[in-house]
């Protein structure tokens, strides 16, 4: 069983930037790839990054590339989600979730254990 707290969430202006968090426990950290995604009212959760278990390969939204970066710890069982240039519709509840396969992959139903969500809200 693996547990994932996500933080760092808040309220932020168009154009600043959040960098989120997700502490993961349980067993080696290492074995599972990471994945972000988020889900704005009144529509369907969405990807947003991965990253693989060694954090040796990576993948965006197309919404997202080039403003936000995944990246991880493995020593501190952390992943982080760096958010710059953050845009109105970038607001949303973001969960973090785990993949025992260790693959990074942008397919929701692939990950084993989520997070409860952290929310971000982006005013203009």
């Known amino acids: 069983q693996v547990q994932l707290v996500e933080s760092g969430g808040g309220l932020v202006q168009a154009g600043g930037s959040l960098r989120l968090s997700c502490a993961a426990s349980g067993r080696t950290f290492s074995n599972y790839a990471m994945g972000w995604f988020r889900q704005a009212p009144g529509k369907e959760r969405e990807f947003v990054a991965t990253i693989s278990g060694s954090g040796s390969t990576t993948n965006y939204a197309d919404s997202v590339k080039g403003r936000f970066t995944i990246s991880r710890d493995n020593a501190k069982n952390t992943v982080y989600l760096q958010m710059n240039s953050l845009k109105p519709e970038d607001t949303a509840v973001y969960y973090c979730?785990?993949?025992?396969?260790?693959?990074?992959?942008?397919?929701?139903?692939?990950?084993?254990?989520w997070g409860q969500g952290t929310q971000v809200t982006v005013s203009s």
């Open positions: 979730a785990a993949d025992i396969s260790q693959i990074a992959t942008m397919n929701s139903r692939r990950y084993d254990y």
